[in-house]
């Protein structure tokens, strides 16, 4: 795409808080183009409102935004005394293109933009500084995407255990759900509703992009880490209500052993040995048993059972 046959508008955006007493305006070129990154999302406004809401929380502490397009939530966060960060995909060299026009046109000269492609370990992800918050605007739209994000959220929040990703989430299909992969990455995610920050209108900051469009605010965080006991057999099993289930290569996997049966006919989909785990006692519903699969790694030399003491997973899902 030649970007100078392009148009651009400026776009302002207004936050304040209810008394009036204190606003902020910020300016978004946005491109005129079918791209994703290349304008405000309805996402952006209400995260940006939620970043404005916590702006004394925010004041000196470290943020990166991801996936930034237009970058308005990373700006504001800016606007707000925040050490910002902003990225964008490596490989959509426009999109950060816009990301350093958001900054210039908003008097920001010093806010760094680097290409992070999610779920991609790379010398830039690898060489950012301690991070606060990470801001995700309307990343979760592409369902072949959702692990990518969460892999880097991942990453993130084991170098950073207290750092938080706040995003913001349009739903665009009943059908998509982070659930498993939040399970699968070790993370653990909290709705924050639309009316304690004040979002839960159709107009928001000036701007009407809120419109109808169904938004949800979450806040994802590392899964506590628990005392951890190596299980001396599979049949230790029996003994636990919760086990997290390692590979030495692979991911680990928490899932809820019960010997009546558990839910985790997702886990099929991982291509892992589930044998110990039927010998130990646990049981697939009915209706996951036909999609269970030929099953081949060595127990004892491929993998490794841990069990997490204190947590019932279904219990902490809730
Ligand atoms: C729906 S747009 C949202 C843009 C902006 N956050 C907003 O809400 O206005 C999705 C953004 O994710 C970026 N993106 C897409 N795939 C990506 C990837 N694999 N890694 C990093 N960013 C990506 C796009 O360039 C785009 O800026």
């Known amino acids: 795409m030649n970007e100078s046959s392009h148009t651009l508008i400026e776009k302002s955006f207004t936050f304040q808080d209810c008394e009036a007493s204190q606003s902020l305006t910020v300016s978004i070129p946005e491109v005129l183009d079918s791209q994703y990154g290349m304008y405000v999302w309805p996402c952006a406004v209400v995260l940006s409102q939620y970043v404005w809401m916590a702006r004394e929380e925010l004041q000196n502490k470290t943020v990166l935004e991801l996936g930034a397009g237009v970058s ?27 990301c350093r026009r958001s900054c210039d046109v908003n008097n920001l000269p010093r806010v760094p933009v680097i290409g992070l492609t999610w779920g991609r370990v790379s010398p830039e992800l690898l060489s950012l500084t301690p991070l606060d918050i990470i801001l995700g605007s309307d990343v979760f739209y592409e369902p072949e995407d959702f692990e990518d994000v969460l892999v880097t959220i991942s990453f993130l929040v084991r170098r950073n255990p207290h750092a938080q990703f706040w995003t913001t989430y349009q739903e665009r299909s009943a059908d998509w759900s982070i659930d498993a992969l939040l399970h699968k ?34 806040i994802i965080t590392r899964k506590a880490p628990t005392e951890v006991t190596r299980l001396q057999s599979p049949t230790d099993l029996r003994e636990h209500k919760t086990a997290t289930y390692l590979s030495t290569t692979k991911t680990p996997i928490c899932f809820k052993a019960t010997p009546t049966g558990a839910d985790f006919g997702w886990l099929l989909d991982l291509d892992l040995d589930l044998d110990p785990l039927f010998d ?7 209706r996951d048993l036909d999609l269970d699969r030929e099953r081949d790694l060595d127990l004892e030399g491929d993998l490794d059972f841990l069990l997490r003491g204190v947590c019932d997973l279904e219990r902490e899902r809730e």
């Open 72 to 98: 308005l939530p990373g700006v504001v966060a800016a606007k707000c005394g925040a050490h910002v960060v902003l990225s964008d995909s490596a490989e959509l060299p426009l999109c950060l293109r816009n």
């Open 185 to 218: 990455w070790d993370l653990k995610c909290i709705n924050v509703p639309l009316e304690t920050f004040e979002a839960n209108k159709n107009h928001l900051a000036g701007s009407t992009l809120p419109g109808n469009h169904t938004v949800q605010m979450m």
């Open 280 to 286: 130990a006692g646990v049981r697939l519903l009915e």
